[in-house]
C-alpha cells in the first residue's frame, strides 16, 4: 500500500501543488487521481517514487518512508509511464523495455528475452524489436512506454496519463488490454488523467483533486458518481452524471425478450403483430432487422438493415446496452453471449429499469430482475 | 582560362616530382607534422569543450557563462594570438594554445545546446527508471546529443587543419611552410600546391567524420526527423 502523510509540496517559485494530501493507495488496486489542470495529480504521483521531494509530510511503501532508500535504488522498483512515453529515440524497442533489466546488470540475453516476452503481453509483434522508436505509432509508443515500466517486475506502477495522447479508439484498446493485464498482474497502480470517464473506467478508487493541491474526494467510482462529496466534484463529474452511473449496472439481470426474434429459416406467416423482427441464422447469430411489411416470401429474402452494436449480456454494463438501443433501427438492444449468439432483445425503457444501488423505479412489461 | 589551367598544371608537377616526396623539406614530413599539430589540438579541444559543455547542458548551470567565453574565444584572432605568445615563448606551444582556443568553441556550444536539446521526456524517463546522474548522462544525454557533438568537432577540425598553416609563421613546419616560402619568393607553384594539400587534408577529415557518423550515432537518431 502507499499512504501519503500530510503531504504539502511548495515549489521555489511559491505555487503550492499539494496542500495537507493524505490518501491510501491500496496494494493490488488502480487508485486513479482526477482533477482539474494544475491541481497537483503529477506532483503527488512523482513524490512516490521521489521525482519530487514533498515540502512535508510523508510517502510510505508498505509503511516504510520512501526516504529510506536511494532515489536511483527506489525508482528500479517502481514501474513509471508518463505521457509521450519518454522512449529512448537511440535505442532500439527491446532495448528500451530492457532498460531497468541493463540498470539491475541483468545478462543481455536474459534481458532481452524478458522484453521479448514484454512485447507479447503489451500487444507488440516480435518484429518490432529491433526497430527504433520513430518508426513506431503514437499507440504503439505508449505499449512499449508501459512494457518498459514492467520489464522488471514492479509491485509499483506510476501512470501519468499513459493515454492521453492518442485517439479514442487506441485509448479504449490500450485501456482495455492495460485492464486485462492488472487481472493477471495485480500491480498497486496510481494512474494520473484528466478524464473522467477513464477513471471511472479503470480506477477501484479515484482520487478528485482540486486547484490548490487539495484532495476533494477519495472513493470507489459508484460512490463518487452517486454522491459527490460537494458542487467541486460534482462539477468535474459532469452532466452525464446520471448516465454514467448505469456503467455500474449489470445486465446479467435483465430478463430479455426473445419475441422479436425469427431464425431466418421461420415462416413468414406469423409476424403479424409485431413491428421489428431481429433475424438470426442456425447459430442464432443476429444477421439484421427487418420490418414484417417488407417480407414478401420467407425470411431469407428480406431485406435487412444492420444489426449494429449488440452488448454481451453480464459482462457489458446497462450503459452499453442502453446506446446499442439508442443506435438500433428498431429502438431494441440486442445482447448476446459469449459466443455473439443472440439472447434476447430489450427497449430502452427496460434499460432504465434496472436498479441501480438498489433505488430504481419498477419496469414496465418484462422488466426489472430482484436485487442480488 | 588558359593562366588558370597552368598554374593547376605547374602545381600538378610539383605535386608528383619526386623531390618532394623525400627528406625533412618533403610532403610526407611536413603532412605528418600537419596532422600532428593539428591532431593534438583537437584533441586537446575536444576534452575541454565536451567536458565543459556537458557539464553546462547535463546540470542546466553554467550555460550562459560557457557560451560566452566561446564567443569570445571566438572573436580573437588566432594570428594575433600566435604572434603575441610566440613572442613571449618561442616554441610550438603557442601556436598549439592558439589551436585549441580555436577549436574549443564550436565543440563546447554543439555539446552544451545537444544536451540541452534532448527530448525532456526522454529525460524524465531516464530519471524516472532508475538512472543515477553519470547514468542520464552516458546512456541517454551524451547517445542523443552525438549527432550535434560530431557535428562541433568536424567543425573544428576542419578550422584547426586550415588553421595550423599558421604553424609555418615561427618556423615549425607544417603543410604551411609550402604558402609562406611560396609567397615570400612570389611562386605560386608552391602556393597552390600547398593550398591543395590543406585542403585535401580538411576533405579527408569530412571523410572520416561521415563515417564515425554511420558508426557512433543511432540509427534511431539519423531516420527521424531531428535536427541533426
Ligand atoms: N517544477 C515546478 N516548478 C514550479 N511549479 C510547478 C512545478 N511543477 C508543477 N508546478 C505547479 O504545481 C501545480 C501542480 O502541478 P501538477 O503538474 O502537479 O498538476 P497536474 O494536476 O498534474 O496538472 P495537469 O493535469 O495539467 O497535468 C501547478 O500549479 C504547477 O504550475
Ligand atoms: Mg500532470
Known amino acids: 500500500m502507499i499512504t501519503f502523510e500530510g503531504v504539502t ?76 512515453a519518454g522512449l529512448f529515440p537511440h535505442r532500439t524497442i527491446e532495448d528500451n523495455i530492457a532498460t531497468v533489466p541493463y540498470l539491475l546488470r541483468w545478462n543481455k540475453k536474459k534481458a532481452r528475452a524478458r522484453a521479448l516476452e514484454l512485447m507479447e503481453r503489451v500487444g507488440l509483434d516480435h518484429s518490432m524489436a529491433k526497430r527504433y522508436p520513430f518508426q513506431l505509432s503514437g499507440g504503439q509508443q505508449q505499449r512499449v512506454g508501459v512494457a518498459r515500466a514492467l520489464a522488471a517486475d ?30 493477471e498482474l495485480h500491480k498497486t497502480i496510481v494512474f494520473v488523467t484528466h478524464d ?60 430479455l425478450s426473445d419475441d422479436a426474434v425469427r431464425p431466418v429459416t ?97 419496469g414496465t412489461g418484462h422488466g426489472a430482475g430482484s436485487d442480488g | 582560362m588558359n593562366e588558370l589551367w ?22 610526407p614530413h611536413r603532412l605528418l607534422q ?18 565543459l559543455g556537458l557539464l553546462a547542458g547535463h546540470t542546466g548551470r553554467g550555460g550562459f557563462l560557457a557560451i560566452t567565453l566561446a564567443n569570445v574565444a571566438r572573436a580573437i584572432p588566432t594570428f594575433g594570438l600566435v604572434l603575441f605568445v610566440v613572442v613571449i615563448d618561442y616554441s610550438i606551444t603557442p601556436v598549439l594554445v592558439a589551436l585549441v582556443a ?15 536539446g534532448v527530448d525532456p521526456d526522454a529525460k524524465d524517463a531516464a530519471r524516472g527508471v532508475g538512472m543515477t546522474g553519470w547514468g542520464v548522462l552516458w546512456h541517454a544525454e551524451l547517445p542523443m546529443a552525438l549527432p550535434l557533438i560530431l557535428l562541433g568537432l568536424r567543425t573544428s577540425a576542419i578550422q584547426v587543419v586550415a588553421t595550423a598553416t599558421i604553424a609555418a609563421y615561427p618556423g615549425f613546419g607544417g603543410l604551411g611552410r609550402y604558402i609562406i616560402d611560396g609567397l615570400a619568393r612570389g611562386d605560386y607553384q608552391l602556393v597552390v600546391g600547398g593550398t591543395v ?32
Not at chain 2, 600537419?34 to 567536458?51: D, F, P
Open chain 2, 34 to 51: 600537419h596532422v600532428w599539430y593539428s591532431g593534438v589540438s583537437l584533441l586537446c579541444a575536444a576534452v575541454i569543450g565536451l567536458a
Open chain 2, 102 to 116: 580555436l577549436a574549443v568553441p564550436p565543440i563546447l556550444v554543439n555539446t552544451f545546446e545537444g544536451v540541452r
Open chain 2, 197 to 228: 594539400l590543406v585542403v585535401a587534408l580538411a576533405l579527408i577529415v569530412q571523410l572520416i567524420f561521415a563515417g564515425l557518423r554511420r558508426l557512433v550515432v543511432s540509427p534511431g537518431l539519423l531516420g527521424s526527423a531531428r535536427p541533426s
Open chain 1, 154 to 183: 514492479p509491485p509499483i506502477m506510476l501512470m501519468d496519463e499513459p493515454f492521453s495522447a492518442v485517439d479514442p479508439v487506441v485509448r479504449a484498446e490500450l485501456q482495455d488490454e492495460f485492464l486485462r493485464l492488472q487481472d
Open chain 1, 196 to 255: 473522467i470517464d477513464e477513471a471511472i473506467k479503470l480506477g477501484d478508487t479515484i482520487a478528485v483533486f482540486r486547484t490548490g493541491g487539495k484532495v476533494a474526494q477519495v472513493d470507489t467510482p459508484e460512490n463518487l458518481l452517486a454522491h459527490p462529496a460537494d458542487d467541486f466534484v460534482a462539477g468535474f463529474i459532469g452532466q452525464n452524471r446520471g448516465i454514467r452511473t448505469l456503467s455500474f449496472a449489470g445486465t446479467g439481470e435483465l430478463r
Open chain 1, 9 to 84: 509540496k511548495r515549489y521555489p517559485g511559491g505555487a503550492v501543488a499539494l496542500d495537507d494530501v493524505s490518501l491510501d493507495c491500496p496494494t493490488g488496486e488502480i487508485t486513479v487521481f482526477v482533477g482539474t489542470s494544475g491541481g497537483g495529480k503529477t506532483t503527488a504521483l512523482r513524490a512516490v517514487n521521489r521525482m519530487v521531494e514533498p515540502t512535508s509530510g510523508r510517502v510510505l511503501i508498505d509503511g516504510r518512508d520512501v526516504r529510506e532508500q536511494r532515489p536511483a535504488e527506489l525508482r528500479r522498483g517502481i514501474g513509471y509511464v508518463i505521457q509521450h
Open chain 2, 6 to 27: 597552368n598554374q593547376i598544371e605547374l602545381s600538378w608537377t610539383w605535386l608528383t616530382a619526386s623531390s618532394q616526396w623525400h627528406g625533412p623539406d618533403g610532403i
Open chain 1, 266 to 362: 421461420a415462416d413468414a406467416a406469423d409476424l403479424t403483430g409485431l413491428d421489428w423482427i431481429l433475424v438470426v441464422d442456425e447459430d442464432r447469430r443476429p444477421l439484421g432487422w427487418t420490418r414484417p411489411a417488407q417480407i414478401g416470401g420467407s425470411l431469407s429474402e428480406a431485406p435487412l438493415a444492420p444489426v449494429g452494436p449488440t452488448f454481451r449480456v453480464g459482462s457489458d454494463s446497462v450503459r452499453v446496452a442502453l446506446d446499442a438501443a439508442v443506435l438500433s433501427p428498431s429502438g431494441l438492444a440486442v445482447g448476446v453471449d459469449d459466443a455473439g449468439a443472440v439472447v434476447g432483445t430489450a427497449a430502452g425503457s427496460d434499460l432504465l429499469a434496472v436498479p441501480t444501488h438498489g433505488n430504481g423505479a419498477g
